[in-house]
């Protein structure tokens, strides 16, 4: 077996074991040089691939190795160079010079895989008067005030690395995920380190609301010029819930040269969405194929302590005492995302803070019922997730009760069976009428064959969470 059949067969296991956008991340441009003495030496393209290739991925990679070629293999070194007839991941076509805007640097720095916490950027603070109406850039939303977990780890360190060297490590970078993630706090992060780094760079922000009104706006008024100097003009162009782009035909063909004009030119572009790119519905297939080929991360739900250690970094920002066991249960009674757990902690200082007492969890728990309330799963039911689950697949509800067994329905007809089991507890009888009166035992089939697939498909899990959390919001 040559290096490269035996890279091949690895990466084809790999594949099977990482999410998608894992898989491409971390294992695209990369190569076997060569074996010697049992070590294998692995060509990566960028010291960033080689640390989280070290950190997180020897096991699975020497095992993957060891299963595959009969020679012992005892070790791996990952080597940063470009894999021998391979593009390098940072595009080859970059000029020798870089552009003016990148005028002081701090030295290039590795970026660590990051465990529990932020990773302080070693610059300084944060001036103020950068942060500009234009740019709509939100002065709390640095790396600083980031928590970081297992479940936004992997977009955290993009980010982090992006900032430090626009244009050049991973362009585009598409952050997606439900709700109330931190999918703007992470972009916006890396406007404020460019920021920083240098003081005349050209930073935008915008939603994708913006875009698209101002697309509309100038086009009309005879300004499409105008238009254009603005987005094109700049190093660094933010578009957050790039997923409004669906079915907006003229503003995706806008939206498609402003992206190629600054990708060519190695400007940044950052883009948030809800979902991954494929899965937005009515997005032009060169959009989706441009999106994928920058670094596609997504964020979830974090999990308990990661909420409890967000809530005592806000509690510390904010110089107000929070017990353990306090913490503890704000985190484990807000669920569904960051922005609702901000929404508890706050209403529980304000609560306290003017009566100047110190919470408790009979206190907050006072506080957080009405809260609770108002995410009541009482309000859900079956029509709800029905329609929820049709619209995420872009479907329509009487295609997902009806008696076709077309692929593409039948997977979200057993998800909204699953939830309707999973989050209100409804019958099978019931959830089998619901669904164009199907026999209870179908209805029991799906939940079992949804809840194993939980535990092994991630995109599924990924869809899940979307789902609930567009049924609780
Ligand atoms: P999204 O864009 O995904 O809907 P946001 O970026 O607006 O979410 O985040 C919602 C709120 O939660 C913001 O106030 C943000 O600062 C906060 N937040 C999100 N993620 C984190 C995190 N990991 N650490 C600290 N605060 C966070
Ligand atoms: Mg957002």
Same mark, same amino acid.
């Given at each position: 077996?040559?290096?490269?059949?035996?890279?091949?067969?690895?990466?084809?296991?790999?594949?099977?074991?990482?999410?998608?956008?894992?898989?491409?991340?971390?294992?695209?441009?990369?190569?076997i040089?060569?074996?010697?003495?049992?070590?294998v030496?692995?060509?990566?393209?960028?010291?960033?691939?080689?640390?989280?290739?070290e950190?997180?991925?020897?096991?699975?990679?020497?095992?993957?190795?060891r299963?595959?070629?009969? $020679?012992?293999?005892?070790?791996?070194?990952?080597?940063?160079?470009?894999?021998?007839?391979?593009?390098?991941?940072s595009?080859?076509?970059?000029?020798?010079?870089?552009?003016?805007?990148?005028?002081?640097?701090?030295?290039?720095?590795?970026?660590?895989?990051?465990?529990?916490?932020?990773?302080?950027?070693?610059?300084?603070?944060?001036d103020?008067?950068?942060?500009?109406?234009?740019?709509?850039?939100?002065?709390?939303?640095?790396?600083?005030?980031?928590?970081?977990?297992?479940?936004?780890?992997?977009?955290h360190?993009?980010?982090?690395?992006?900032?430090?060297?626009?244009?050049?490590?991973?362009?585009?970078?598409?952050?997606?995920?439900?709700?109330?993630?931190g999918?703007?706090?992470?972009?916006?992060?890396?406007?404020h380190?460019?920021?920083?780094?240098?003081?005349?760079?050209?930073?935008?922000?915008?939603?994708?609301?913006?875009?698209?009104?101002?697309?509309?706006?100038?086009?009309?008024?005879?300004?499409?010029?105008?238009?254009? $100097?603005?987005?094109?003009?700049?190093?660094?162009l933010?578009?957050?819930?790039?997923?409004?782009?669906?079915?907006?035909?003229?503003?995706?063909?806008?939206?498609?040269?402003?992206?190629?004009?600054?990708?060519?030119?190695?400007?940044?572009?950052?883009?948030?969405?809800d979902?991954?790119p494929?899965?937005?519905?009515?997005?032009?297939?060169?959009?989706?194929?441009?999106?994928?080929?920058?670094?596609?991360?997504?964020?979830?739900?974090?999990?308990?302590?990661?909420?409890?250690?967000?809530?005592?970094?806000?509690?510390?920002?904010?110089?107000?005492?929070?017990?353990?066991?306090?913490?503890?249960y704000?985190?484990?009674?807000?669920?569904?995302?960051?922005?609702?757990?901000?929404?508890?902690?706050?209403?529980?200082?304000?609560?306290?803070?003017?009566?100047?007492?110190?919470?408790?969890?009979?206190?907050?728990?006072?506080?957080?019922?009405?809260?609770?309330?108002?995410?009541?799963?009482?309000?859900?039911?079956?029509?709800?997730?029905?329609r929820?689950?049709?619209?995420?697949?872009?479907?329509?509800?009487d295609?997902?009760?009806?008696?076709?067994?077309?692929k593409?329905?039948?997977?979200?007809?057993?998800?909204?069976?699953?939830?309707?089991?999973?989050?209100?507890?409804?019958?099978?009888?019931?959830?089998?009428?619901?669904?164009?009166?199907?026999?209870h035992?179908?209805?029991?089939?799906?939940?079992?064959?949804?809840?194993?697939?939980?535990?092994?498909?991630?995109?599924?899990?990924?869809?899940?969470?979307?789902?609930?959390?567009?049924?609780?919001n």
């Amino acid at each position: 077996m040559t290096p490269e059949q035996l890279w091949n067969a690895a990466l084809g296991e790999l594949e099977l074991e990482l999410s998608r956008a894992n898989f491409t991340t971390w294992f695209a441009h990369t190569a076997i040089q060569k074996i010697e003495n049992g070590t294998v030496i692995v060509c990566v393209p960028n010291t960033f691939t080689k640390t989280w290739l070290e950190s997180k991925y020897h096991a699975s990679i020497i095992k993957a190795l060891r299963r595959i070629a009969d $020679d012992d293999i005892h070790s791996i070194v990952y080597k940063v160079s470009v894999a021998p007839g391979n593009v390098p991941a940072s595009r080859s076509s970059r000029p020798e010079t870089p552009a003016v805007h990148h005028a002081p640097r701090a030295p290039q720095r590795v970026v660590p895989p990051v465990g529990e916490s932020s990773v302080a950027v070693a610059i300084a603070e944060p001036d103020e008067s950068f942060v500009r109406d234009e740019i709509g850039l939100n002065p709390r939303y640095t790396f600083e005030n980031f928590v970081v977990g297992k479940k936004n780890e992997l977009a955290h360190a993009t980010c982090l690395a992006v900032g430090e060297n626009p244009g050049t490590v991973y362009n585009p970078v598409f952050i997606y995920g439900g709700v109330g993630l931190g999918k703007t706090h992470l972009m916006q992060a890396v406007g404020h380190v460019m920021l920083r780094l240098s003081s005349n760079v050209n930073i935008l922000y915008v939603t994708c609301e913006t875009f698209t009104n101002e697309y509309i706006k100038m086009v009309r008024e005879g300004r499409a010029d105008e238009f254009k $100097d603005k987005y094109r003009s700049v190093d660094l162009l933010m578009v957050d819930d790039i997923q409004f782009l669906a079915g907006k035909e003229g503003t995706q063909e806008a939206f498609f040269h402003t992206f190629n004009h600054l990708h060519q030119r190695n400007k940044q572009l950052i883009l948030t969405s809800d979902r991954a790119p494929r899965a937005i519905p009515a997005l032009e297939q060169r959009l989706v194929s441009r999106f994928e080929g920058g670094m596609l991360v997504d964020v979830s739900v974090p999990d308990l302590e990661t909420r409890i250690a967000i809530l005592k970094r806000k509690c510390e920002q904010k110089n107000f005492g929070l017990s353990d066991e306090v913490a503890q249960y704000i985190a484990s009674n807000v669920q569904n995302n960051i922005r609702e757990l901000e929404g508890a902690l706050n209403r529980v200082l304000v609560a306290h803070e003017l009566r100047r007492e110190t919470p408790t969890v009979e206190s907050v728990r006072d506080l957080l019922s009405s809260y609770a309330a108002s995410t009541n799963r009482g309000a859900i039911t079956m029509r709800l997730i029905l329609r929820t689950v049709a619209e995420f697949y872009d479907l329509a509800e009487d295609e997902i009760s009806s008696d076709s067994r077309k692929k593409e329905l039948v997977m979200p007809r057993q998800v909204a069976m699953y939830l309707m089991r999973e989050e209100i507890h409804a019958s099978y009888p019931n959830i089998g009428q619901e669904l164009g009166g199907r026999d209870h035992t179908t209805a029991m089939y799906a939940y079992q064959k949804i809840t194993k697939e939980i535990s092994e498909d991630e995109k599924i899990q990924g869809d899940i969470t979307l789902i609930k959390q567009r049924l609780y919001n």
